[in-house]
């Protein structure tokens, strides 16, 4: 069970943006971490824009799941782990990342466009926390607003997506993405197609 990265962004009305970002990739290969990190970006913000205010969902993308938790307030927090993680964890630390944001971060800085300035390294110590769901399942356990709200999960990152959207495009047209991130990507893409492997 791996945690990959925790998110913590803002839901604007046409667009999110990423206000603090951390990561753990230690399990992947040096050079794999930089296109890593480019696609956690990119799915972070893609998933937060088709996720409705209030909502909670996790997503699977090739051997991660994306857990996404959009507040009424329009703060967002994504979390990237592999299958075997929890859901219900997931969602418990997401709800707990983004009440300690909310009470160091002040509203006007989430409106901004830009990274926030307070929060550092949190996220780290976050993931650290949480990395054994075993330990962390039986504090989650005492979270019972998080059982009777429910969880959408999807099979697919294009059930989430509108209607007539594909991936693919949204790759080609992201200027978040290196052309070496979307050429990593359109191979995995085929690779995963043919031979049902993973991109990780």
């Not at 699977?60 to 075997?84: P, Q, T, W």
């Amino acid at each position: 069970m791996k945690l990959l990265s925790a998110l913590v962004l803002y839901k604007g009305d046409s667009s999110a943006h990423i206000l603090k970002a951390g990561y753990d990739l230690t399990s992947l290969s040096y050079f794999q971490r930089g296109t890593a990190q480019d696609f956690i970006t990119f799915t972070s913000k893609i998933l937060v824009e088709r996720t409705g205010v209030g909502a909670r969902q996790s997503v699977k993308e090739a051997e991660y799941m994306c857990h996404v938790f959009v507040r009424g307030d329009n703060l967002a927090g994504v979390i990237m782990s592999d299958h075997e993680y929890p859901p219900r964890v997931a969602h418990t630390m997401l709800t707990r990342i983004m009440e300690d944001f909310a009470g160091q971060v002040t509203p006007a800085e989430w409106t901004s466009g830009s990274l926030a300035g307070g929060f550092a390294g949190q996220l780290e110590v976050y993931l650290g926390k949480f990395q054994d769901p075993s330990k962390s399942d039986s504090m989650s356990r005492l979270q019972t607003d998080l059982d009777e709200t429910k969880i959408v999960l999807h099979n697919t990152i294009e059930a989430v997506l509108q209607r007539g959207e594909k991936l693919d495009d949204l790759v080609d047209k992201s200027e978040a993405l290196s052309m070496q991130s979307k050429a990593f990507y359109k191979t995995a893409r085929k690779t995963n197609s043919c031979c049902g492997t993973s991109w990780g």
